[in-house]
């Protein structure tokens, strides 16, 4: 039974994570560094420790003062938020070792997951669908060609040692495979001094699809649908959705249950997800991310479902309180990650709120810890609050998150608001019809 | 939850390392014999000075709803210049063992680099260094409190 959480993380995540304390009884500790002595998360909690100065890995990444900062609390469980320690198996394994219970899965899970390979191998062995490719280096142009052939072009060449792009080519046919592999091979060898290359099936224009599961110690698994996670600027999303406009209800149901099994048979715990690239109707596994997501809202919004609250009974050795087939998808929702930067130059705005005002109404949520008269410090992550809404279908969603924009004040800094706007009148994320790349292009074309 | 350390630690053995720490002029002795562990670790000399006001940090006071560990008094302590800050967040011991005599009381005069109190994190006891020459004038913590990062400790005049 746990009866007091300390909250290692700061920011709206942090005040997330305090609400489904408060609600379910539990004290909450902040730990907070000097920079964040005013920070809503700290003004909030139960108790508050300042375990470092500014830079955060002296504060929010620092193990020592995090873990001394729990002994001094008496707090029995440490919940990681998202970012800074959430994905350290060094941490999870710490916070174990000296008696917490850390409110996510096992170290060996984290580590696992955290390996990039040895993911791929894990899930794909419990049967979740990967990219196709040459596993391993491909010697020549013979055994290229035979790739080709089995996994369909185009395909991807890529330099094992490699990285940023170089020794990528592309080749869009068997034509032009012996001119791109060699290509790939010789800049390979010119810029990591090893011309062994991989082969993977190229996607040219996916979306991001992520599904959120939730695991107990008892071996149960539930999925609790997907995410459409596609308009995103270097890897940074910035608005997501869900249930996603690409999915039919069986594509759904088919890769929940795909999901299920394999997280069943890997044995993990906790809350997780697991993202993929969809193209052509297929799933292509990314990685999985072992910790509560930025977007998790937008689950909880369709669901009904308080994702932190059963996250933390989890831990606490409880079984989930609901049944797959208790899980009802209703409606539709949006998030959009509101950042302290330029809407068209993405320059980081910090700054302090002279005005603030938060939209409200009927399905309209917002995750943040501005307050008027807050001043955003320079330390850490531009998102500064999440505004979620939810409707009864996809288009009343897209009406009310207009109306919500148009509502929230936050003056003095640059907020990413002007952006969300923009993108709630292009006619492609109207109709759905968007890829990971969209939002790349339609800022280049903005700046052109 | 017994996760108090004072009472399950050899309190002499720690002292008399730490004084071993002092005449070598090493950094860290690890001590080991059956199950038990000790290691007591020197503060980088820097790490304790640049903390203790040669480079003032901006300290802020909480104002608003949680509670926090701080005294009373903190506000002025805050402003001194003489202000000892607590360099880490832990334990804050001001003799060596409960038995010792405090190293430092109101009135005692420090001199530079002398230890004035021990802070616990992690079962590293760390010595905290008075920063400069003068009169304790203010003991802030008491002995087995725990403190924050920032924290004032006392007032050397």
Redesign the interface.
């Known amino acids: 039974m746990i009866e007091k959480v300390l909250i290692a993380n700061r920011g709206e995540i942090a005040l997330r994570i305090l609400r489904a304390c408060r609600e379910m009884g539990i004290q909450a500790v902040?730990i907070h560094?000097?920079a964040d002595?005013?920070a809503m998360h700290?003004?909030?909690?139960?108790?508050?420790?300042?375990?470092?100065?500014p830079a955060a890995d002296q504060?929010y990444l620092n193990i020592?003062?995090i873990?001394?900062?729990a002994?001094?609390?008496?707090a029995?469980a440490i919940h990681p938020g998202y970012g800074f320690l959430s994905e350290n198996s060094n941490f999870a394994k710490m916070a174990e070792e000296h008696?917490f219970t850390f409110i996510g899965p096992s170290s060996k899970h984290i580590k696992l997951m955290g390996d990039k390979i040895k993911a791929k191998e894990a899930v794909m062995n419990a049967g979740i669908p990967v990219v196709p490719g040459s596993d391993g280096r491909v010697e020549n142009i013979e055994a290229a060609m035979s790739i080709g052939q089995k996994i369909g072009f185009p395909l991807i060449i890529k330099a094992s040692a490699g990285g940023g792009g170089r020794g990528m080519k592309v080749a869009k046919n068997q034509e032009s495979l012996t001119k791109a592999f060699n290509l790939a091979s010789g800049e390979a060898l010119a810029f990591f001094g090893n011309p062994s290359v991989y082969i993977e099936k190229f996607l040219q224009n996916p979306r991001h699809i992520e599904v959120q599961i939730i695991a107990d110690n008892q071996g149960n698994v539930i999925h609790l649908g997907e995410r459409d996670c596609s308009i995103q600027r270097r890897h940074q999303k910035l608005i997501e959705e869900a249930p996603s406009t690409a999915l039919s209800k069986s594509q759904r149901q088919k890769i929940g249950s795909i999901v299920t099994k394999a997280i069943k048979k890997i044995g993990y715990r906790s809350v997780g997800t697991i993202e993929f690239l969809f193209e052509d109707d297929k799933f292509y596994f990314i990685e999985m991310n072992t910790r509560l997501q930025v977007e998790h809202p937008v689950t909880e919004m369709i669901c009904g479902i308080d994702l932190v609250r059963e996250m933390i009974r989890v831990a606490g050795g409880a079984p989930i309180s609901f049944t797959q087939e208790e899980v009802l998808f209703s409606g539709h929702s949006m998030e959009c990650r509101i950042n302290a930067e330029d809407p068209t130059s993405f320059f980081p705005s910090p700054g302090t709120i002279t005005e603030y005002h938060a939209p409200g109404g009927l399905g309209v949520r917002v995750d943040s810890g501005l307050y008027n008269g807050y001043k955003v410090p320079s330390h850490y992550d531009s998102m500064i609050s999440k505004l979620i809404v939810h409707g009864a279908n996809r288009e009343q969603c897209l009406m009310r998150l207009r109306r919500a924009l148009s509502e929230y004040v936050i003056d003095g800094i640059k907020t990413s608001i002007p952006l969300h706007q923009r993108i709630l009148e292009e006619p492609d994320f109207i109709s759905g019809d968007y890829s990971i790349h969209w939002l790349e292009n339609l800022v280049s074309k903005n700046q052109k | 939850m017994a996760k108090k350390l004072s009472d399950t630690f050899d309190k002499e053995l720690v002292k008399k390392l730490a004084s071993l720490l002092d005449e070598t002029g090493l950094t860290e002795i690890e001590y080991e014999y059956e199950n038990s562990k000790i290691r007591v670790v020197r503060s980088q000399s820097n790490s304790i000075e640049t903390i203790n006001n040669q480079s003032p940090i901006e300290l802020k006071i909480p104002t608003g709803g949680g509670a926090n560990t701080n005294p009373n008094g903190m506000v002025e302590a805050d402003r001194d210049p003489g202000t000892v800050k607590a360099p880490m967040v832990g334990i804050v011991y001001t003799s060596s063992d409960p038995d010792s005599k405090p190293f430092v009381q109101i009135g005692d005069k420090v001199v530079e680099n002398q230890t004035i109190l021990l802070i616990e994190a992690m079962k590293v006891f760390n010595q905290i260094k008075a920063p400069k020459s003068g009169k304790v004038v203010q003991l802030l913590v008491d002995n087995g409190s725990p403190v924050e990062f920032g924290e004032p400790l006392l007032i050397i005049g």
């Open positions: 902040a560094s000097t002595v005013d700290v003004r909030l909690a139960d108790e508050s420790v300042c375990v470092g100065p504060s020592p003062a873990l001394t900062a002994t001094i609390s008496n029995d008696g």
